[in-house]
């Protein structure tokens, strides 16, 4: 029987055991409940009450203040205005976000302007246009193009980058639980009586990436299609690309960190030291995981972001973030997956040997280095 | 024929195996022991690959065992195994295909197997919820499910009820009468003399004794006497530096002799001192030469 066979049949042993689990069907209703809530809780966060700036540049109509406070306060809009020096100001001040908008009242009794960074808060809007009720009532203005795509981008980069994070960690755990339950339950001796102790590990991380992958396709199916059905957005033309990326870096971080967690799993022999045993892993994954969400999701185009696109345990977080925010290079990521697989295939080199010296034996927590000597098959 | 010539392996400083040399032949029932900690299971790993040798070779039918010969072996492992949350007929299924069997042979091999074992029943139970004999029963099937010509088992009877012996020893000699070799380790050794016509003693890494049970005990220098003189009270064996007594109780007493003592002269000698009710020379049993091997 051809290796490729053993390996086969271990991937289908786990696809079928675990596909069929509570924890399967479990985990697949969670991840639902995440993403839906992922598309429309910023939505509902957003259009809730805080209070709106509204800055005023010149003399406005006495009267105008009070009566634009009255108003807010009766759409339920906490309203503040201040008097702004001049024009500049007020635009500095609505690019660095401390003003949602800014009212301008020429001296000479001529249009008022109002004018937003980009697409304003239409409330705060409708509140100050219905002020001036005598035409010709006030002009609009917005300092950047709206661009409705943008804001889509901002909602795939954040929202995958989460997938991605419970993704490859969710499913790299199952690896992780998979190999301690076999050392522990003691079958494991079993079944490598006829099996290559890496081809167990291939056939393991494969079966489970491969549940791992079919529920990363309903949450997206689900997420995209809740986005478009409840108005939250729509499709940009990168979507395509976007999802494409995250399919990609999913099946790269989840190879990258299975496989780490595996082969810590097996220095372990019960499941209380699998947690001991993995936490460098999840101290680095969770590390990359807020450095892409603070960081590179800040600045996607800045050199931190681009240095960590290098760093393989990093990179499956940063890269597809990046990508959606169309904020990387072709090369970038070409050479970037590069890296991360010949961090993947080196893991596999010299995880699968601490891998087999150590799946065996029992008793105490073993050392990376002696199950690295204690390998059997070398 | 599985042979293995001078195993030899080391943990640190311990030495788990020092130039162990024994052979299995097929269609023969091979039990293989010594106290814990001589070299069983280590030798047993050997065979599977799950141990690397420090010397030594191990050939099936003359040549180095390799993943091929080990789809073909059965191998029960002294800790026992295997998947709890699976169902046993999928379980069975999974370990026939992974020895190399088509799903459909898997299947029916599983079937054949889940009857004969007694289990047809629990077929669709997940292991877990399956008694601790019929788990046993279950890890037997595992070694046995794909028809292995060599069958290695790992202190089968641990932990089973005589009912469970009694099964697992016609399953073993079944086998054995089919062809297979089969070899398993046990630390009952009246079980052994029993149900084996071969053995092979480890004794700290190195083979002691290894060869059919008759004839170990019949090569065997003592020879163990029992004799019982009515109304002697045993001083008939006064002034007799050949035999030692090692029991006596009243008329009986039980003596360990020389193989090339001289029966006729003693058992004249006891005849004279009185009726003679018993009068039995025998080579030692397995246990005897057992302790005898390990206590050297």
Known sequence: ?378 | MLEITDLSKRYGSVVALDGATFSVRPGRLVGFLGPNGAGKTTTMRCVFGLVRPDHGTITWQGRPIDRTHRLRFGYMPEQRGLYPRMKVADQLSYFAQQHGLPATTARAATARWLDGLGLADRAGAKLEALSHGNQQRVQLGAALVHDPVLLVLDEPFSGLDPLGIATMSGILRERAAAGVAVVFSSHQLDLVEDLCEDVVIVNRGRIAAAGAIDDLRAASARRHLEVEVVGNGNAWLDGRPDLTIVEQRGDFARLIAPADLDLAGVLSAASAAGPVRRFAFQPPTLSELFMDLVQA
């Open chain 1, 1 to 378: 029987m051809s290796r490729r066979r053993a390996i086969w049949l271990v991937a289908r042993r786990e696809l079928l055991e675990r596909g069929r689990s509570r924890a399967f069907l479990l985990s697949l209703i969670l991840s639902v409940g995440i993403i839906v809530a992922g598309v429309f809780l910023p939505t509902l966060i957003g259009s809730g009450p805080g209070s709106q700036h509204l800055g005023v540049v010149g003399s406005p109509p006495s009267g105008l203040v009070p009566g634009l406070a009255a108003s807010a306060k009766a759409v339920g809009l906490v309203l503040r205005v201040e008097s702004v020096s001049d024009l500049p100001t007020g635009e500095a001040r609505l690019r660095d976000d401390s003003l949602e908008a800014l009212l301008v009242v020429p001296p000479d009794g001529s249009t008022p302007t109002y004018i937003v960074k980009t697409r304003g808060n239409g409330l705060l809007q409708q509140v100050v246009a219905a002020s001036f009720t005598t035409p010709p009532q006030i002009a609009f203005r917005e300092l950047e193009a709206a661009d409705p795509d943008r804001d889509t981008s901002f909602l795939f980069a954040n929202v995958g980058v989460i997938l991605l994070f419970i993704s490859i960690f969710s499913f790299g755990t199952w690896v992780l639980t998979g190999v301690v339950e076999e050392k522990q339950s003691r079958v494991v001796e079993v079944v490598l009586s006829t099996i290559e102790p890496r081809d167990l590990l291939i056939g393991k991380v494969l079966g489970i990436g491969v549940l791992g992958l079919a529920q990363l396709v309903v949450m997206v199916t689900v997420g995209l299609s809740a986005g478009v059905a409840g108005g939250r957005f729509s499709l940009p033309p990168t979507t395509g690309s976007t999802v494409a990326m995250l399919f990609v870096w999913f099946i790269l971080g989840y190879a990258f960190y299975s496989t780490a967690l595996g082969v810590l799993g097996a220095l372990a022999s019960r499941m209380e030291e699998a947690s001991n045993a993995s936490s460098p892993v999840s101290f680095i994954a969770m590390g990359g995981y807020f450095f892409a969400l603070i960081v590179a999701l800040n600045d996607p185009a800045g050199t931190a972001a681009r240095i960590a696109s290098f760093i393989p345990p990093v990179a499956p977080m940063v890269v597809p973030l990046r990508a959606a925010l169309g904020a990387i290079e072709p090369w970038e990521i070409i050479g970037s997956a590069a890296f991360m697989v010949a961090a993947i295939w080196a893991l596999f080199v010299v995880g699968g040997r601490v891998y087999s010296g150590a799946v065996l034996q029992t008793g105490a927590r073993l050392r990376l280095r002696d199950a690295w000597r204690a390998s059997g098959r070398g």
